[in-house]
């Protein structure tokens, strides 16, 4: 996640401080990726070097000096909104990475693998859908933006849970088929060699 | 949980057909479901879940171990009173072919009451108040055919729970809809199970399962987890490492 590019959207609502745009990002994602405030500062600071923000003015009485958007930010600003989140560089996923290790690695029982992380993955779909009702009842209808910028970050974690359920499914009955009519040549692929991925996917 | 025992199942078997071709749909399956849980079922086709869902209502009958609903082991019913003991205490909602087409709401709903013996007002006036349950009553003299999916699920849940019946059973009801009306399905199973039934469901769909206490799951008719933190899991757990 681009800390850089959320902080200058909510900067380009209105100049801030620190402290405040902190809890504002945690309000609108319902604490779901807790800031810390170094990591605030560290990125208001690096923002300005860039010369995308600017100080509005000088310290208050508490000493917090807010921040606005120089041009160039609002440029940076509406490029963001503009373009796609890049899904190229795939975060290095653990669940994947164990689950092919798994497969390959002897002697591990891959289906209660799948069971396990399936069961856990469950129960973090219960929890966040008792979050889900709980915000539902509070805010029946014309729920406030804040609300809605919660529950549409719920829906994001409850689709990922659910597409990763439904990869292990998937994962389950592929290994459910392979066990009964096992590939041939698949314990022939030479170890050593370099084309070891297109050797496991060669029928 | 707290609430009272409406379901139990205590090492349930059940194979269909004989010799060389029977196969083995379940197989030791023990579990209860109380008043005011939502248990749901999840496993591969042919795992088991509708052969689970029958046998816990008493439409099929177990090959091995014993079923009891609100306390009665239906084993022990003759043909007539385990009819009754169905109609008084189960509802069942499928995915779909839930409502006699011929039948307004209100009448479906008040269906199972009537064939019971109670007097047709009464039972219509329980029916009335199971469709307000469900946030239904404006459609009580409608015909199925003339109400969204989601609608007659929702009519569908109301005859399932209507007077004293308070389980229900449900198989993939939410299979036929789009995601946002399966889920006001879901949200209504949930709230009648909050409001004291007992439900059982089978769903195939994770977030659907995920309105549920305790989601179980079948491969080969066996269960072989539970998001459940009992003591059954761990005792899967151990047994799977060892
Ligand atoms: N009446 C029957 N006669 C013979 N075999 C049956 C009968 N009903 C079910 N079976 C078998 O019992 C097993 C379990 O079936 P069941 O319908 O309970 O599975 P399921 O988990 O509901 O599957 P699905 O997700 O496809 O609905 C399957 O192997 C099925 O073929
Ligand atoms: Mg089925």
Redesign the pocket.
């Known amino acids: 996640m681009s800390v850089k590019s959320a902080l200058l959207a909510l900067l380009a609502q209105e100049p801030t401080y620190g402290a405040r745009l902190r809890a504002e990002f945690e309000a609108r994602t319902g604490g779901t990726w807790p800031l810390n405030v170094g990591q605030v500062y560290t990125t208001v600071a690096r923002l300005e070097r860039d010369g995308l923000v600017k100080a509005a003015g000088a310290a208050d009485e508490e000493g917090r000096i807010s921040y606005r958007l120089t041009e160039a930010g609002r440029r940076e600003v509406a490029q963001w909104w503009l373009s796609p989140v890049d899904r190229d560089s795939a975060p290095r996923d653990e669940l994947a990475i164990k689950l092919a290790l798994a497969v390959t690695v002897p002697g591990v029982d891959v289906r209660q693998v799948v069971q396990t992380q399936r069961t856990a993955t469950l129960r973090h779909l219960q929890d966040l859908t008792r979050l889900k009702k709980h915000a539902g009842d509070q805010a029946p209808d014309g729920a406030g933006g804040a609300d809605i910028a919660w529950l549409l970050v719920l829906e994001n974690l409850i689709f990922s849970a659910e597409a990763e359920v439904r990869w292990l499914d998937h994962v389950e009955a592929m290994l459910a088929r392979e066990a009964s009519e096992p590939r041939r040549h698949r314990m022939d692929v030479p170890v050593a060699s370099d084309d070891i991925t297109l050797g496991r996917t060669a029928r | 949980m707290s609430g009272e025992l409406i379901l139990r199942l205590d090492d349930v078997s059940r194979v ?2 004989e010799g060389a071709t029977a ?1 083995r ?1 379940l197989a030791g399956v023990t579990m209860d479901v109380h008043a005011g849980e939502l248990v749901a079922v999840m ?1 591969p ?8 869902l029958n046998v816990a209502g008493g439409l099929d009958a177990p090959t091995g171990g014993r079923v009891f609903i609100a306390g009665w082991c239906i084993g022990d019913l003759k043909g007539d009173a385990l009819a009754r003991l169905r109609r008084r205490r189960v509802g069942f909602v499928f995915q779909d072919l839930n409502l006699i087409p011929s039948l307004t709401a209100i009448e479906n709903v008040a269906l199972p009451l009537e064939l019971d013996g109670r007097r047709v007002r009464e039972a219509r006036r329980m029916a009335r108040a199971a469709l307000q349950l469900v946030s239904v009553p404006e459609l009580a003299d409608r015909f199925p055919d003339k109400m969204s999916g989601g609608q007659q699920q929702r009519v569908a849940i109301a005859r399932a729970l209507v007077g004293d019946r308070r389980l229900v059973l449900a198989d993939e009801p939410t299979g036929a809809l789009d995601s946002h009306t399966g889920e006001e399905v879901l949200r209504v199973l949930r709230e009648r199970c909050d409001a004291g039934a007992a439900g059982l469901l ?1 769903t ?1 769909e994770a977030r659907h399962a995920a309105w549920a206490d305790r989601v179980i799951f ?1 491969r080969d008719g066996v269960i072989v987890d539970s998001t459940g933190t009992s003591a059954v899991a761990e005792t899967l757990l151990g047994a799977a490492v060892v």
Not at chain 2, 45 to 52: M, N, P
């Open positions: 269909h057909g196969v749909a496993g086709s042919g795992s088991g879940k509708s052969t689970l089978v195939h079948l």
